[in-house]
């Protein structure tokens, strides 16, 4: 059985940086494509980044791209968000997941786990 368990998450002010962590059971972890997805309070779930299973290519959307790196350690079957000068529009819930692959935007229709508990991030102003 599949299993992601993310943390990380926490309350912190404008400007500050965290680093989510994502670990993985029950697959072959270096064999997947791996996405982290956001959820704030009211709307949809989106995809925030993605790597590819080789770890050589990377995807993020325009609101995040150059303040957050997304990377992966296959040895420890983990995935991380190393997020850098928050903003209060980044909070919400954070999800990772397997993904189909790293081509584009990672979407919550090609995840291939169930959902995580997921982790949250407020971010203040």
């Known amino acids: 059985q599949v299993q992601v368990v993310e943390s990380g998450g926490g309350l912190v002010q404008a400007g500050e940086s965290l680093k989510l962590s994502c670990t993985a059971s029950?697959?072959?972890?270096?064999?997947?494509?791996m996405g982290w997805f956001r959820q704030a309070p009211g709307k949809e779930r989106e995809g925030v980044s993605c790597i590819n299973w080789r770890g050589d290519s990377t995807y993020y959307i325009d609101s995040v791209k150059g303040r957050f790196t997304i990377s992966r350690d296959d040895a420890k079957n983990t995935l991380y968000l190393q997020m850098n000068s928050l903003k209060p529009e980044d909070t919400g819930m954070y999800y990772c997941?397997?993904?189909?692959?790293?081509?584009?935007?990672?979407?919550?229709?090609?995840?291939?786990?169930?959902w995580g508990q997921g982790t949250l991030v407020t971010v203040s102003s």
């Open positions: 029950g697959l072959t972890f270096d064999e997947h494509a």
């Open positions: 997941a397997a993904h189909g692959g790293c081509w584009g935007r990672p979407h919550p229709s090609d995840v291939r786990n169930p």
